[in-house]
Nanobody, 114 residues
Framework: QVQLVESGGGLVQPGGSLRLSCATS????????MYWLRQSPGKGLEWVST???????HYAESVKGRFTISRDNIKNELYLQMNSLTTEDTAVYFC????????RGQGTQVIVSS
């Protein structure tokens, strides 16, 4: 079955950086489109970024130019490099195999605070 395990979250000051990882198993990772989603306190699930099987990327306007999604099809891992973090980026971040997050991991908490 599909397994997705996120890691790399933590507490960071505004302007700082974090790199999230998602270890995957149970499916043919290299041919799947993959997604990062996030959920801020009191809000619904929000799409952050997508990478297709060929490495083409897409970003929400709120993170464009600051976040970079990437994948390693040998290690079956997905990444999200987050730079210039702001308090608005505080959320639980999920990797997912669909844009709605119906199949997602348990999430990793990112807190941006001074």
């Amino acid at each position: 079955q599909v397994q997705l395990v996120e890691s790399g979250g933590g507490l960071v000051q505004p302007g700082g950086s974090l790199r999230l990882s998602c270890a995957t198993s149970g499916f043919a990772f290299r041919i799947w489109w993959m997604y990062w989603l996030r959920q801020s306190p009191g809000k619904g699930l929000e799409w952050v970024s997508t990478i297709d099987r060929d490495g083409t990327t897409h970003y929400a306007e709120s993170v464009k130019g600051r976040f970079t999604i990437s994948r390693d099809n040998i290690k079956n891992e997905l990444y999200l490099q987050m730079n210039s973090l702001t308090t608005e980026d505080t959320a639980v971040y999920f990797c997912a195999t669909d844009s709605r997050g119906d199949s997602r991991g348990q999430g990793t908490q990112v807190i941006v605070s001074s």
